[in-house]
């Protein structure tokens, strides 16, 4: 597979956008900390603050969330946890952009996250939008607009900025704009042989919170003018779809296992992936209730019924014609590794081939997913 300049630039990106970070909150500007898609960054940006994300994919940190909370509780609520609370050799936080939020906003999704928010509020400011996980019912909307309406006067509180209605419009366009420039990447990826690989595709996943919005942008244009450019040599590989738990940044294992064992990964239906900007945030409507209506959507293991997500992966199997679907879970995610069963028995049904990884950010078991990859590419070639 070709070189592709642009990932070598994202892969560069980190110091450059720590200085910008550095540089604004010297300029007085607040800097917010998300875990979650289900918080909207439109709030956020309208109220004239920054984002960055905090999910941690490093296994360094987990030890150091260990001394606080329990051992078997999935990896990423440790690594995050750990990242945020790490003292650094200097006693001091560390100078990374974990260390640098003046608030945290957190949700209530999964039951890890929510106690372990608990005690993460004891160490950074942090502020709590309650989610309702039954999400067509019209109690459900109404309710995550209330909760979407008391966090927009929390950030106003916070930047002392108001945010109109003008003002949100506009940043539901700017992210709107991205959205489509993920699906016209996407798009590219529906060729075979893929133009792009899946971890080249994680890196631009990974940092899209991360990036300013502005940069994020400019790299996916011109990761789509290279990726449109690239004219892929050899043949058919085993197409291969990711679903399951995001891959937070540092985590890059098993989609760098499939890639070696000859598969290619076309699609990630994944908070790392398709969850994050498939669906648009209607701009013809109130902005508030078009931000409750597209997020609340998002088919995350914690919603219930979650149908969508079943009916979303068929869809997305079908048209990016995947040969097989590698579902990723986190160790001690039981949302995700109960959901598996439902999402099982469709493929068998829609005569899909499935393997089931469940990991954790350590190499221990890189040896033995590489054996089980490896079968699973042989079945499929
Ligand atoms: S919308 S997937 S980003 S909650 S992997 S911490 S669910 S035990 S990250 Fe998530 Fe929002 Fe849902 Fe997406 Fe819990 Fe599972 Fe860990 Fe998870």
Redesign the pocket.
Known sequence: MDHLKSIEYLKSSYNKRICQIADERKAGKKLVGT????VPDEIILAAGADRTIL?GGRNDTVSIAEQYLPRN?????KSSFGSIVNDGCSGVRSCSHFSMVDLIVA?N?????KKMYEILASHVPTYIIDLPQRPDSPEALQYFLQELEKFKSRMEQLTGNRITAEQLKKEIRSSNETRKLFHKLYALRKKDPAPISGVDMLTILQKQYFLSPEELKKSLKLLVDEVENVRPEGTHRPRIMISG??MSAGNTKVPEIIESKGGVIVVEE??TGT?SFWDPVDESKDPMLALAERYIR?P???MSPNERRIENILELSRDFKVDGVIYY??Q?????NIEKYKVQQALKKAGIPMLFVETDYSNSDVEQIGLRVDAFMEMLS
Request: glycine share 4%; charged share 10%; aromatic share 12%.
């Open positions: 875990f979650c898609l289900f999910c509780i999935c990896p990423l609520v949700e999704t999964c039951d890890s996250k738990c995001p994944s908070c969850r998002i995350c293991s914690c879970t986190l001690f995610c039981h949302g995700y």
